[in-house]
């Protein structure tokens, strides 16, 4: 068992309902159910009573709360124990970032100004919200991810400290002969699942703006950008990606940027982390990046 998957069971059982399970571990609630149903298939047991609503704990459950709220204390004790033994002997930090960022901003940064630092760098890639979760269960030092500008504008929670690195532009991009047929009533597009980042900013931002002169057409929805890069220069449809991410493509001619035609965007990079005590190797961290955001 997971150390997540233990505290999930446990905000179940404190909250009583899947909805307000899903507040306390900061996911929404169609992630949170995918990880209580990936639980349940790892362990092959039912641990909800779906046959009422709302949904709440299967009674196989309900008699296990004090065993999981102590297994899974001990368990994340163990976890910190053994990672603040790591550090102490050595500079290794872990970083959780979404997976467009893994690809693109990240590298940039760990070659350029991370690199005089010697770290050993461990990577997770995940959505937006399961990077917020690794942050609370302190399972990565810090965070990289996308923000809006309205989220940038309304800043942190109390308890978390953020940096913006920076800006990326979010652009539409399609198939060099795909992108000269752009005429019909419909728009053929790639998306992102509305319960991720990039989902709810294209449903905000870009979806409005296109129904003022076409009706989209989502051919493909994909989590994942390097899945929608791959599926714009196949020619299924117009994705929204990230310059850093497509800038490649595009030089090469197997993308055209389509911002003179379509609506593009602009979010942020932030680098968060939790606030309070901290080992001077995190702090050595964060100030470098701080400075690499002035510069």
Known sequence: MRLEWLEDLVAVLEAGSLNEAAGKRFLSQPAFSRRIRAIEAHLGVDLLDRSRKPVRPAPALLGRQEELRRVAGDLGALIRTLRQAEEDAGSRVVIASQHAIATS???????????????????RSANRSDCA???????????????SRAEVAAG??????????GTEALLPVAAPNFAGELSGETLPL?????????????????LPAIAEFSRPDIRVETALTLAALRLAETGVGVAWLPGSMAADAIDAGRLAN?????????????????????????????????DAAKA
């Open 156 to 165: 942190p929670e109390a308890y978390l400290e953020e940096c913006v690195l």
């Open 133 to 147: 979760a690794m942050l609370i269960n302190k399972e990565a030092d810090l965070t990289v991810t996308y923000r």
């Open 190 to 206: 790639i998306a992102y699942p509305p319960d991720v980042f990039l989902g709810k900013w294209m449903a905000e931002e870009i």
């Open 258 to 290: 389509l911002s003179g035609r379509l609506p593009a965007g602009e979010v942020a990079v932030v680098a968060t982390r939790l606030i309070g005590a901290r080992s001077a190797l995190e702090q050595r961290i964060w100030s470098v990046l701080a």
């Open 105 to 123: 901003v990240l590298p940039e940064l760990i070659a350029g100004p991370l690199s005089p630092l010697d770290l050993k760098i461990r990577l």
